[in-house]
Structures are given as structure tokens and as C-alpha cells.
């Protein structure tokens, strides 16, 4: 490793000083836009400097993302966040940050040093996670790169998150990306974040349900021998259910992990708080479980309502009230007892009858209103599955016969797509290269010959649909076949 000139130019700042201040003491690690050193300030003051590489510095995007870590954990002011002291840049240029010195390891370090995790450990752990996310998501910040590198247990026993460089921010700071530019690890994005849709909070809770899977099976969600087919199966597969994988792991753990992993964002977690409840509830800690409880409604009901009103029953025998006997003075007549009026039978008899029918018809009217959202949702739903449906045959329909170069191609070249087509953005697809990826009646990918390259498809600027990030530029996905799995393979 010494001989490695990288790693020679990165050990070479060792004992140097950054602003007259900062004294380089040691190389804590190199990632792949930053190198970490331990230092200490000129009063004594020992902290951690991240500082962008030189050929990472040089493009305005990455100095900008480097830049709004501190931004970003400035605004969330979390114990559990690791604190940014400063930002600056170097004498050469290098935009770098101080940030707290951290004693300890990452979780994935430790989980392979000790051969795992412990699983009421872990979720210590990520109950801490799910508490910054919570936070976090609050003020429109969303991680989009939890991963085990990125949790950092402390000597201490404390947790801190790490790395906020890729963080998306509604509000002033935020980096602005291409469209179809993915930030993350992919192992760790959900399926919405690889195909290039807009994410919330739910991206970091899958992000959390991958880490835990990775932690408990010692494996990722999906795994493929390249980078490509891994981001097909991630963006296209839904996750494997954890015991399936890990029997040992307890079913509520299990329970937790799967619905996090969840494809369908109807069915995951839909907040980072959601999932910390079930997670303390599991630990023990008194916590109200996401799920939601039934409610049963007694048979009964009406006869557990009082219509006894201000009305006094007489006291039982053995614990009547005795009255102070009063010897009254010989003057005085004795005075008979006040009788106490009683509400007549009736009376009761007709309030009793009164509630139990308001009861029965707040219960008639819950009913009613439960069967008709029940049926608009139904019709709704119909509605929609029946446009998804008729764009999946449309689709269809329009590679087949642009592919055979039928004459109803030629017919409808006035729809929008060709016009849009038409224009000097729009490239010929390089004949054969390219094939489109079913999924569920969309194409999410044009994909190569054995699957080595996957790009997503987009719509541009003017409506049409296209193979985005390819070396030929944008290509329109009109007149591409689509792949079949048995044509892996093809010329």
C-alpha cells in the first residue's frame, strides 16, 4: 500500500497545516469524493477534516453537495448527527470540512468484525437512526445514503449518523441534479430512487429496512455479478421475505424488516416514526404500535350507558349512613322527614331509549359512510387499472408494429409523439443495441445484449420517451423491441 501513488498523494498532507491552524496528524480513511485525517487545532482542539478530492473539487455539483453536508446538519442540530464545525478550503483549493473526531467504528466494520449484530443490539441502533430520519424528514432533508458505513457506533455506546453530502433539501442549500442522475448505494435505494422518481422520507426508511436485512442475513436484498443486473433486480424484483433467508431471526423482526422493504409505498412504513414505534415496541419500551387495532363494538352497548342521571339509589343496609340522633328541646315539635322526590320509571325508561337510539344511528350512519368510500375506491381503482391497462397495450401495439414497420406507424405521424420526435433532439436508436424491459406493463429500462448496461427511461422536454444516459445520447424508445428472458443473448 505504501507504494500506491494515491495513497502516497493523500499521506502526503500529513504534517502540513490547513489555514494556519489546523495541523494534519494522521489518514483516517479514503472514500470515494473525500480523504478523512485526524487533526488538531493550534489550542489543542483534536477533530476529524474531510477534504474533497482535487479531481472531485473541480466540478461545481460536487463541491456544492460537499458544501451542504454542513448545511444540512447545521439545520438538524441532532445529537446523533455528527457535528461540522467549519468549512473552508485549502491553500490548493480543496473545499474541506471540520467535523467532531469520532472513537469507535461503523456498524458494517463492526458487524464484520464480530460476525454480526446482536438483534436487540441492532435495534438500539436503529431506533437512534430512525429518531435522526424523523427529525431529518421534518425539515424536508432525506438522507438517500443510509447504509452500514454510514452508522457510526462510538466507544461510548452512542450512535451517530454520518455523511449528509447526497442529502436532498426542499429549502435553500439543496443541489440541483440531472433528471435520471442517481445519488446512493444502490444495494441501499429503493426502487423509486434508482428509477430516477421523486423520493420523500420512504427512500430512508428502505434504505433502513436494506441495513437491517444486510445486518441479519449477512447478504444484500438482491445480488448480481454486475452492477447492472443488480440495479435491474433492485429496481424491478420486490425484496425476499427476511425469514426466508434467516429463519433465526424472530417473526417481529421479521415483520419490521419486510414491510420497510416494501415495493409498493402504499405498504411501507410511510414515516421513519412509524417504524421507530414498532421498533421500541419490540424492545420493550412502551410505545403505540403502528399497526392499526380494531375496534370492536360491544353488543350490548347501550345497556353500559348510565341514565341514572343526578337521581340517588337508596344505600344498603350495612352501609346506610347513620344520622346523628338530635334530642330536640321540649319546646320544638319534632318535624316529619323530607321526602325526596324520585324520577318516575317512565322517565328513566324513556332516556334510556332515547341514547340507545342516537347510539344506533351514529352506528347505522358509520356504516353507511364506510360502504360508500368503500365504493369510490373501488371505482377509482377499477378506473385506473383500466387506463394503466389501455396505455400497456397501446405500448405494446406501437413497438410491435414500429417494429415490423407496419403502415399504422406511418398513419399517425401527427400524433405528439412523432412531432416531438421530429425535432433535432431526437436520435435513431443504433440498430439492434438496445431492447425494452417489461415490468408490469412499463418499460422502467432499455437494457443491452446479457443485460451488461440498464438505463432508464425518461420523458424529455418535449414528451417523448427515451433510453436516458446512454453513450449515444438520449434514444427514443419508439421502435425497440422489448426483452424477452429467453433472449439474453443477441446480435
Not at 446538519?73 to 478550503?89: I, K, Y
Not at 431506533?127 to 447504509?147: C, M, N, P, Y
Not at 436484498?221 to 424472530?250: D, F, N, Y
Not at 342516537?358 to 347505522?364: K, R, Y
Request: proline letters at 7%; one cysteine or more; a neutral charge.
Amino acid at each position: 500500500m505504501s507504494d500506491d501513488p494515491e495513497l502516497k498523494q493523500y499521506t502526503a498532507r500529513i504534517g502540513t497545516v490547513l489555514r494556519g491552524k489546523w495541523r494534519i496528524d494522521s489518514l483516517i480513511g479514503v472514500g470515494g469524493m473525500a480523504a478523512v485525517y485526524e487533526a488538531t487545532h493550534r489550542i489543542g482542539r483534536r477533530c476529524a477534516i474531510k477534504i474533497l478530492h482535487p479531481e472531485i473539487a473541480v466540478s461545481k455539483e460536487h463541491r456544492a453537495r460537499f458544501e451542504q453536508e454542513a448545511l444540512a446538519v447545521n439545520q438538524l442540530g441532532h445529537p446523533a448527527a455528527v457535528n461540522v464545525l467549519d468549512v473552508d478550503t485549502s491553500e490548493d483549493g480543496s473545499p474541506f470540512l471540520v467535523m467532531e473526531l469520532l472513537d469507535g467504528e461503523s456498524l458494517g466494520k463492526r458487524a464484520h468484525r464480530s460476525g454480526g449484530i446482536e438483534e436487540r443490539e441492532l435495534l438500539r441502533i436503529v431506533s437512534t437512526v430512525l429518531e435522526v430520519l424523523d427529525v431529518a424528514h421534518g425539515l424536508g432533508i432525506v438522507h438517500r445514503d443510509i447504509k452500514p458505513d454510514n452508522l457510526f457506533l462510538t466507544s461510548s455506546g452512542g450512535v451517530k449518523v454520518l455523511d449528509f453530502g447526497i442529502a436532498r433539501m426542499k429549502q435553500g442549500g439543496s443541489v440541483r441534479t440531472r433528471v435520471g442522475s442517481m445519488l446512493g448505494t444502490i444495494p441501499y435505494m429503493s426502487p423509486e430512487q434508482i428509477a430516477g422518481r421523486e423520493i420523500d422520507g420512504r427512500a430512508d426508511v428502505f434504505a433502513v429496512g436494506a441495513t437491517m436485512f444486510r445486518i441479519l442475513a449477512k447478504r444484500h436484498v438482491h445480488e448480481g455479478s454486475t452492477e447492472s443486473e443488480l440495479l435491474i433486480k433492485m429496481a424491478t424484483q420486490p425484496a425476499p421475505a427476511l425469514r426466508t433467508v434467516a429463519p433465526s431471526v424472530s417473526p417481529e423482526v421479521c415483520a419490521i424488516v419486510d414491510r420497510a422493504l416494501a415495493s409498493d409505498l402504499s405498504r411501507r412504513y410511510p414515516t421513519a416514526r412509524a417504524m421507530r414505534e414498532d421498533v421500541e415496541r419490540v424492545l420493550g419500551v412502551k410505545a403505540t404500535p403502528h399497526a392499526p387495532v380494531p375496534v370492536s363494538i360491544r353488543a350490548d352497548a347501550s345497556t353500559g350507558i348510565s341514565v341514572d342521571g343526578p337521581t340517588m339509589a337508596a344505600p344498603a343496609p350495612d352501609q346506610a349512613m347513620q344520622a346523628p340522633m338530635v334530642t330536640p328541646a321540649p319546646d320544638q315539635a319534632m318535624q316529619a322527614p323530607m321526602a325526596t322526590p324520585v324520577q318516575p320509571q317512565s322517565a328513566a325508561t324513556s332516556a334510556a331509549g332515547s341514547n340507545s337510539r342516537v347510539l344506533m344511528v351514529a352506528v347505522i350512519g358509520s356504516f353507511v359512510l364506510a360502504v360508500c368510500l368503500a365504493a369510490v375506491f373501488f371505482v377509482v381503482r377499477s378506473r385506473d387499472s383500466a387506463e394503466d391497462t389501455r396505455e400497456s397495450a397501446d405500448d405494446d401495439t406501437s413497438g410491435e408494429d414500429k417494429a415490423s414497420g407496419s403502415s399504422r406507424t406511418t398513419a399517425n405521424t401527427n400524433t405528439p409523439s412523432s412531432t416531438a420526435g421530429s425535432s433535432s433532439t431526437r436520435r435513431p436508436a443504433p440498430n439492434g443495441k438496445y431492447r425494452l424491459l417489461l415490468k408490469d406493463g412499463k418499460y422502467p429500462f432499455c437494457v443491452t445484449s446479457k443485460l451488461k448496461n440498464a438505463y432508464p427511461v425518461r420523458t424529455n422536454d418535449e414528451g417523448v420517451k427515451v433510453c436516458s444516459g446512454t453513450p449515444e445520447g438520449p434514444i427514443p424508445v419508439d421502435g425497440l423491441k422489448a426483452y424477452h428472458p429467453s433472449e439474453f443473448q443477441w446480435e
